[in-house]
Nanobody, 112 residues
Framework: VQLQASGGGSVQPGGSLRLSCVAS????????LGWYRRTPENLRVLVAS???????NYADSAKGRFTIASDNAKTTLYLHMTSLKPEDTAMYFC???????WGQGTVVTVSS
């Protein structure tokens, strides 16, 4: 499975971004694809995830501001990020941790 993430960038507080993650190859191996961000302690923590059945899960910090979605073919995963805050600054990864599947990261920087 290959996961290709994109969409990061620099925005001012209150701004919006949309991250995209394109999955290719053995996508049948994916159970629940999600977005994770890397912490200063070099841990990847959940931002939002979506199961193959479409159920979603959000970190408390993402609820009400971020929306995870996929296309009909379930080959592209999106993260719509609104009302961005400086503390959202991080490298974001798409991945399926139980399957040890990870894409490369995309950097989000929120600053004035």
């Amino acid at each position: 499975v290959q996961l290709q993430a994109s969409g990061g960038g620099s925005v001012q507080p209150g701004g919006s971004l949309r991250l995209s993650c394109v999955a290719s190859g053995r996508t049948d191996l994916i159970n629940a694809l999600g977005w994770y961000r890397r912490t200063p302690e070099n841990l990847r923590v959940l931002v939002a995830s979506m199961s193959n059945a479409g159920s979603t899960n959000y970190a408390d910090s993402a609820k009400g501001r971020f929306t995870i979605a996929s296309d009909n073919a379930k080959t592209t995963l999106y993260l719509h990020m609104t009302s961005l805050k400086p503390e959202d600054t991080a490298m974001y990864f798409c991945g399926d941790p139980p399957a040890d599947l990870w894409g490369q990261g995309t950097v989000v920087t929120v600053s004035s």
